[in-house]
């Protein structure tokens, strides 16, 4: 099978996003979406695209090696044993949304459009943290399907969802 650095990380990602909403080992679903993730930044950087989280301009500089670290954190400590084999860590898979949500972005970013699970898992990000939108129609649109009911945490109802679209 021929496929190219693209495609490799559209795979992880689509896969990562499945794992996530089926409440998979979140250790796991980091990893994939950590490679995907890193992947497409990687591309993203050949193309001059900038990550809406490594390259974050709301970053302070003294704090961007911080902020990257923090960033790469659990992927490094998943990944290698080499020089700490006895460490523990405190993994907090809040990141693992955020990777997904950057690999969204660059996907979309690099190919002019998003695959059906990128834009379904934008929207679920969207809803479950409207904090973090900027002011506008967007943002008031998130706000109504909050108002309405919408369950960020009803994993049941998304699977079906999902499952709708790998059907198409």
């Known amino acids: 099978m021929k496929i190219t650095k693209l495609d490799a990380g559209i795979s992880q990602l689509k896969e990562a996003i499945y ?29 001059k695209v900038d990550s809406p989280v490594r390259g974050n301009p709301h970053v302070r ?26 460490t523990d860590f405190e993994f907090d898979s809040w990141i693992t949304e955020i990777l997904i949500f950057e690999g969204c972005f660059l996907v979309e970013a690099l190919t002019g459009e998003m695959f059906p699970e990128a834009k379904f898992f934008t929207m679920w990000f969207s809803v479950k943290h409207p904090e973090l939108l900027s002011e506008g129609s967007y943002k008031e ?22 499952a709708q679209i790998r059907k198409t």
């Open 19 to 47: 794992l996530f909403f089926e409440r998979r080992d979140p250790i796991a679903v980091h990893t994939v979406a950590g490679a995907a993730s890193n992947l497409l930044f990687n591309l993203g950087e050949h193309e």
């Open 141 to 162: 649109l998130i706000k109504t399907w909050i108002s309405k009911g919408l369950d960020v945490n009803d994993f049941k109802s998304i699977r079906i969802a999902l």
């Open 61 to 86: 500089e003294d704090k961007k090696a911080l902020w990257i670290f923090k960033i790469n954190e659990a992927q490094s400590f998943f990944k290698h044993a080499d020089r700490d084999p006895d």
